[in-house]
C-alpha cells in the first residue's frame, strides 16, 4: 500500500477541462500548436524547420509580440570532426515592470530526421506558448522573461551554443528554464540543475505545483554521457533548472513521436510546470541567486531540500548512532559479531547470486527474442515485464538464499544492513552528495526505531509489533519505491539487473516484516518465481514486431556521381524488406562507401544509378600563402539537403574558416571530416588551407530528402530508424 501510494504521487496530472483557460495551462490548447509544430519530421536546415520556425513567429505575432530571429552559422571542432549548421533561434521577450532582471524559458523546435518530434521537443515548445498566452492574460510579472526557442539541439546544441556565443540578449540573462522530453509519457520531472543551485531549489518547491524530483538524478546525469541545451548554459555559469519527461522511451527519436502517441498528461504536467516556473521566478529579484548546493527530493507531493553543509554531520551521527545501537544490541545478547559476519555474508551472496541470475536471464532473453525487439535507442518493448520479473526472481533468491542461514536472527540481519547502507552512505557523502538522503534518512529513522525498542526494552516483541514493523517499514518504501521506478524508465533493461543489488539492500533492511513472509514456507519464493516465469512467457508471446510495435529498419541509397555506380546501404542486419535490396553477405564499413566519419559495419546491395544532384560547389579563388595552398569554394544551393559532408585524408589540412569561424586543425586529425546542417540560403563560403602546394582531391556528400521512388514501400511492422535512414546520398570528388 506504502509503495502504490508512493508510485501515485509521481503519475502526471490529468487536464482540468474545468479550469479557466485564461489564468491556467490548457493542454487542450497546447496539442493545437502540436498538430501544427509535429506534423513531420523537421530538423534543422530542413525546409520543414523553416515552416516551424514561421509558424512560431506568427503565433507569437498573434499574441501582440515582436519576436525576431537570430541567424547565424555554427561551428564547432571536435576531436575527430569539425561540425557547423544553419542555425535560427527564434527569441521573444516579455516585458516586465522592471527591466533590472530577466529570466529564460527555453525548449528547441528542431527534431530528428527520423521522427516530428512532438514530445522532443515539440512539447517544450508548444507549452511556452501556451505559458506565454496565458501570462499575456494578465498584468505583467516584475521581471522580464526571454522566450528563446533554439535551432539545432539535435545536431549537437548548435541553437544554444549560438545563443550564448553571439545573441545581443545573453548578457541579460539571470536564470534559465529549459523544457526537454526523452520519451512520449511520464511526469515532468526537475531532472537537472545548474552549480550552486540552493536558492533555485528553494523556490521550485514553493512554485511547483506537482513536483518529482530528485538531486540524486541531477548527480547522475552529471557523470553520465548526456546533453541537452541546459549543458550550455551550465558552461556560461548560468543558474538554471532543466525538467523533462522519459517514460514511453520506445517512442524516441522515431515516427512515433507523434502527437497520438504523446501522452497528454505529460504536455499538462510540463505546462504547469512551466507556467508556474515563470510565475514564481517573475516576481523575485534574480540577482544573487548562487547558493551552496541543496540535497533534495519529493516526499507525497513536498520537496524536501537542505544545503549539502548538512550532509556530513548527518552521516556522522548516523554512524555515530549505528555504532552505539550495535554495541547494545551485542551486549544484551540480541546479536552477536560472528552472527553479524554470517549475515553480511548472506546479504552479500544474495546480491551477487541475484545480478548473476538476472543477467544471465537477460542474456537469454535478449538472444532469443529481446534483441530484435530493441530499438536503436536502446529501449525495448515490455521493458516493464522484464523490470517485474527481476524483481520477483531477485526477492525469490534472497529468501530462499536466508532460509539456509538460519543461525541469523533478524536484529543481525538488519544491523548488517544497515553497515553496509553506511559505507554506502559514506561513499555517497563524499563523491555523490545529492544521493546521500536515499540512504541517510531510511537508515537514520531505522536506528533511532531499533534505538528505541531497546530503550523501551521491547527487543523480543518488535517482530510481532506491527505498528512498529510498518513505521521502520514507511520510509525506506517511501523513497525508494518511486527512484527504483524513476530509474527503470531512465536506464536501459539491460542495466536493470545490476539495480538489483538496491533491492536486495532494501529487502535486507526490511528483514523483520520480509521474514514473515518466507517463513509461510516454501512456496512463497516458489510462487515469486512462477510468477516472474509467467511475466516472461507472456513477453515471449508478445514479442511479434506489429504497426502497434514496429522495430527498427534501416535503408539509404548511396549514388557515386564520379564512378557512375550506386548502392543501397543499411547499418542493421538485413530484414526481410530490406532483404529485397542487400543480401545479409555482402558486408563492409561504412567508412569504406561514405565520407564520414563513422566506424559501424554496413551491409550492401547494388542499386539503379539516378542522376541526383549535388548543391553547387563553386570555387572562389586559389593561392598559396606560405608554401600552403588556399582553397576557397562556397556552397549554394541545395535547398534539400539535410547535411553536407566533406572527407580530406593524408592529413594535410592545417586550417578552415567557415562562414566567420576560424579553426587550427590539430596535427592528430590524420583524415579531415566537416559536417553541415543545411546550407544557409545566401550561400556558405569556405576556406581550406592544406599544407604544400600539390594538388588535392576533396570527396563531397550530400545527404538528401526525400527517399528515393525506386524502392518499395517500408512494411508497417518495420520502422524508420538509425544512421541516414531514408536519406539519398550523393558522393562526388573535385580536385583542387
Partial sequence: MIAFISLHTIVPPSPDKKADISENFSADRAVQHLNHIAKTAHPSGSIENEKVRNYLVEQLKLMGLKPEIEHSNHASLYPKMLTGGDMYNVIVKLEGTS????????????????????????????????????????????????????????????????????????????????????????????????????????????????????SLLGNLFEIMPNDSDLTVSNENKIPGLNFAYGDGWTGYHTPRDDVKHLDIRSLEHQGRNALAMARHFGQLELNDIKKENAVYFNFFGVVISYSYYWVYPLTGLIVLVFAMVTIIAVKNKRASYKGLGFSLLAILFAVISSIFATVMIWMGVNALWGEKMTLFSGAIYDSSYYQWAFLLLTASISFLIWRKFRSVNEWEMTLSAIFLGVIVLILLTQFLPGASYLFAWPLLVSLLILGWVIWKNKMDTISANTWILSLKSFLPVVLFAPLLKLLFTFFPVSLAPYLMLLFVWLLALLFMPCKQLFQLGQWVPYTLIGIAVVIISISFFRANPSADRPIDSNLFYVVDQDKKQAQWVTTQPPDDWTKKYITSTNTSNIKAILPFNYDKQAWVGNAPVRNYQIPQIKLVKTGIKQGNKMIHFRFTGGTDVQNMYLYIPGGRVQKIKVDEESFTIPKSMETFYYKQAGIPKQGLDVIVEVKGDQPIEFTFGSEQHPDPEIRSKRPSHLITSGLFDESIVVIERITY
Fill in 99 to 214: 527591466s533590472d532582471h530577466a529570466m529564460m524559458m527555453s525548449a528547441h523546435y528542431d527534431s530528428v530526421q527520423q521522427g516530428p518530434g512532438a514530445s522532443d521537443d515539440g512539447s517544450g515548445v508548444a507549452a511556452l506558448l501556451e505559458t506565454i498566452r496565458v501570462l499575456k492574460s494578465a498584468p505583467p510579472l516584475k521581471n522580464d522573461i526571454y522566450f528563446v526557442f533554439t535551432d539545432g539541439e539535435e545536431q549537437g546544441l548548435m541553437g544554444a551554443k549560438e545563443f550564448w556565443t553571439k545573441s545581443k540578449h545573453k548578457q541579460k540573462i539571470d536564470l534559465i528554464i529549459n523544457f526537454e522530453a526523452r520519451g512520449t509519457s511520464g511526469p515532468s520531472i526537475m531532472f537537472q540543475t545548474s552549480d550552486h543551485n540552493g536558492w533555485m531549489v528553494k523556490e521550485f518547491a514553493k512554485a511547483a505545483p506537482n513536483p518529482v524530483t530528485s
